[in-house]
């Protein structure tokens, strides 16, 4: 939706600038996803746009949800984007928030999707050539998906890496029939 990230691109960039030089960036990501995460629930959002409440019983409703202690920067933007009205738009300025934090550390999200559960040992090892092949620092959430039967299927950014038996199984089948 090109209307929300145009909505939440000022937001997380506000917010960045401001936690730029403080340590806590990486906290200040996972309070904003946690806080994105209750912003999507479609009650808390029809209770945030009522007009019988106020924008401080909001902001009150969205930390006591969070139950972990906001920084004042986060704080600060969770006021601001409830009296605007904004609150369908927090999921969004989290996800760019996000992104933000990643490029400044160089770091990449990646998505593994494996036919199976991959141990601990066998992942690092995986992320480790990974890493090489990518030319970057990637920070994995592992996927299980029966269908690939075997191997596994990389995404990073709008890169795919796809080593998985069915896309094996696919390029044989394009090939026989061609």
Do not use: C, W
Request: hydrophobic share 55%; charged share 20%.
């Amino acid at each position: 939706m090109a209307e929300l990230a145009t909505i939440a691109r000022p937001y997380a960039e506000a917010l960045f600038k401001a936690a730029a030089g403080s340590p806590d960036l990486a906290a200040a990501a996972q309070q904003l996803k946690a806080l994105g995460e209750v912003a999507a629930d479609p009650q808390l959002r029809q209770f945030a746009d009522s007009p019988k409440v106020s924008a401080g019983q909001v902001v009150e409703l969205f930390t006591s949800v969070v139950k972990a202690p906001l920084a004042a920067s986060v704080k600060n933007l969770l006021a601001v984007v409830v009296e605007n009205g904004r609150v369908a738009a927090l999921p969004e300025i989290a996800s760019q928030f996000h992104a933000l934090v990643n490029a400044e550390s160089g770091v990449s999200d990646a998505t593994v999707y494996s036919a199976f559960d991959i141990a601990p040992a066998q992942l690092a090892e995986v992320m480790a050539s990974l890493e090489k092949r990518f030319g970057r620092k990637l920070s994995a959430t592992v996927v299980v998906d029966a269908s690939l039967i075997g191997g596994i299927r990389v995404v990073v950014g709008d890169e795919v890496l796809d080593t998985s038996v069915q896309a094996r199984l696919e390029q044989m089948r394009v090939a026989l029939t061609a």
